[in-house]
């Protein structure tokens, strides 16, 4: 009997150091909210209550975000000057994949193409809590010298410029808005890249 309890001991102690795997990966994502702080002050301004608040950002309040950041051929909110463009860029490990303090001028300083680098004119997909870029498709030879080695993608405002063009928009009202490092992609004659953005606010 006391070999038995054993047994189920050994086998409980195994059970509690096997890792617990969720296949529901939705929960495990970061979620979007806001931090609202109420404070409650007596007649001579002395803090009585403090609480500090977790609010989650509900899908109308995303939706909103994103109409107002990504050009998406709506009439709801003035597409001038929104986040509409992606460029590759040259440098070996672009600073902003790292650097929360890179600018739109800091990411053209660094980009050493000269070309069409640049896709302009995006019309962004939007759904409640989603923006997508869509497919876009830098050919080599015609957005870049062949054998361009690509560091990295910018995406960011292109304030009315024809598209392809080379840099980020500096003097429009759209910032430099992501930064991504793509650990050097070589594209060659006759080759291409299609790179697709999603932004999701949850």
Partial sequence: ML?????VLIFLSFLMILPITNSNTQSDLPKMYGIATIVLKDSMGNTLFEHVIHNQVVDVGTTYMLEQ???????????????DTMCVTDAPVPDGAGNDLE??????IENGLTGNNCIGGI?????ATTASSGTRTF???THFPDGTIVGG???CGDNGAVSPFNDCSVAGDAP???VFNTADVTVNTGESVDITYTLTLD
């Avoid at 070999?3 to 047994?7: H, L, S, V, Y």
């Avoid at 950041?69 to 986040?83: C, E, H, K, L």
């Fill in 139 to 141: 050919i080599a030879g």
């Fill in 69 to 83: 950041t990504f050009r998406d051929g709506g009439t709801d909110v003035s597409d001038t000057n929104q986040v």
């Fill in 176 to 178: 430099l808005l992501a």
């Fill in 123 to 127: 019309s962004f997909i939007t759904t």
């Fill in 103 to 108: 600018t739109t001028s800091d990411f053209n």
């Fill in 153 to 155: 993608i910018g995406i």
């Fill in 3 to 7: 070999k038995f309890i054993g047994f």
